[in-house]
């Protein structure tokens, strides 16, 4: 055998590739899992728990497939590249409203796609393909996988100001100013409603205020809507920032994810909506939407989707489905209430009333890395080294154990 034949056997054609690090979020979770203390507890983790700490799948999800196993004319064939027609006809009237007139006026081009992340992607090829900007202005923060998305994509990310550290709240007048001054059509970011990672909606008026700016401007408006329903507990009060943008007119994007809502996190059903201007250009646009699909994964799944457009489509399930809805979001703001006024009744110093004023899965505690180590140290309890907790992660009994955590770190740890 000659010399080189043996080398090649001897080493891999991918020898030179890194090990990549782990991705920040993500990686908590496998700390979490690897650590043996009884007294451990994850608030990194993007999905809900019950009150026992458990995931959760909802009745009226495990009802509609019921159905769908019962039903002998259910087949297994590729669905059409813009996935069912009835889940996307739904998706857009869950997000725009029944009595949307960009709906009646067959404005808007819906394609099924993976989940949140994959309405997000195939939203930013169509536009670095289609759309004479490729500059999009995120929020600082934003959640982590944003930037890799749009980078990744052809698009050159910006940031604009969101959050004030100082007072734990929106800064909006660094958002204006940063909005006010990005160039002409530039794409713009935003949080439907329960931004992530901070928890921080503006107000009815500030959206408003924004709305205006974006449109005087010229900019794109492309939203992130991860949790409708799931913020507030109301469909339609976390459905208001993207509906006030479609009222005037205007054009947008919408990108929609089942993960959180309907708990179908594992099931990758999401959705994009591209409202447009005109029937004509809606149709013209699904037709390029399609092209970048059918390389990426040629068509999406059928049994998230299936299960979703079941649910939308009987108004008992739907019922049941907002009430289910509701419980959720309902424990997630009680639980805001009762860390606060643990933290209060413990003396823990500084204004912790962020908690409550923010809303969603997601607190920013203000906590600092140094604080945040400390705590994964000393109290084995894990969360994204920004300081963000899941509170669907926390429960009546785990409460007192991050308090005890919290207060020492912030009285320990400068």
Not at 270 to 290: F, M, N, P, R
Not at 309 to 320: E, Q, R, V, W
Not at 342 to 350: M, R, Y
Request: glycine letters at 8%.
């Amino acid at each position: 055998i000659h010399l080189f034949t043996i080398l090649a056997l001897m080493e891999s054609v991918f020898s030179n590739v890194v090990r990549a690090p782990e991705d920040p979020i993500l990686g908590v979770t496998v700390a979490y899992n690897n650590d043996p203390s009884p007294a451990k507890l994850n608030l990194g983790v993007g999905a809900y728990r019950t009150e026992e700490g458990k995931p959760l799948v909802l009745d009226v999800v495990r009802r509609a497939e019921q159905q769908l196993v019962n039903d002998p004319s259910r087949v297994k064939e590729y669905i059409p590249i813009a996935g069912l027609a009835d889940f996307n006809k739904l998706s857009a009237k869950l997000i725009l409203g029944a009595d949307s007139p960009a709906i009646q006026e067959s404005r808007v081009a819906t394609i099924q796609c993976l989940s949140g992340t994959g309405s997000l992607r195939v939203g930013a090829e169509f536009l670095k393909k289609h759309y004479h900007q490729s500059v999009i202005f995120i929020p600082k923060p934003t959640w982590g996988n944003h930037p890799k998305v749009f980078n990744l994509a052809g698009l050159s990310v910006e940031y604009y100001r969101y959050y004030d550290p100082s007072t734990r709240g929106l800064d909006f007048q660094g958002l204006l100013e940063d909005l006010g001054a990005a160039p002409s059509g530039a794409i713009v970011l935003l949080h439907a409603c329960a931004h992530n990672p901070t928890g921080v909606d503006p107000t009815s008026e500030q959206w408003e205020q924004i709305r205006q700016l974006i449109r005087s401007k010229s900019l794109l408006p492309f939203f992130d809507s991860a949790y409708q329903g799931f913020a507030s507990g109301s469909l339609d009060t976390d459905a208001h920032s993207v509906r006030t943008f479609v009222a005037d007119g205007g054009e947008c994007l919408i990108a929609q994810s089942y993960a959180k809502n309907m708990g179908l996190y594992g099931e990758r059903v999401g959705a994009l909506s591209i409202v447009c201007k005109s029937s004509d250009v809606a149709s013209k646009v699904e037709s390029q939407v399609k092209l970048v699909v059918r390389p990426m994964y040629s068509s999406p799944p059928i049994h998230g989707a299936s299960i979703v457009a079941t649910i939308l489509k009987s108004s008992d399930m739907y019922n049941d489905w907002t009430i289910e809805l509701k419980g959720m979001a309902g424990r997630i703001i009680s639980m805001r209430q009762h860390l606060f006024e643990a933290l209060q009744a413990k003396g823990t110093p500084g204004d912790w009333s962020h908690i409550i004023k923010q809303i969603g899965m997601f607190t920013f505690t203000g906590l600092n890395k140094e604080q945040v180590a400390f705590m994964t140290k000393e109290f084995h309890i894990y969360m994204t080294s920004d300081g963000r907790i899941s509170m669907a992660g926390l429960s009546s009994k785990t409460v007192p154990h991050l308090v005890e955590a919290i207060h020492a770190a912030v009285t320990r740890v400068a």
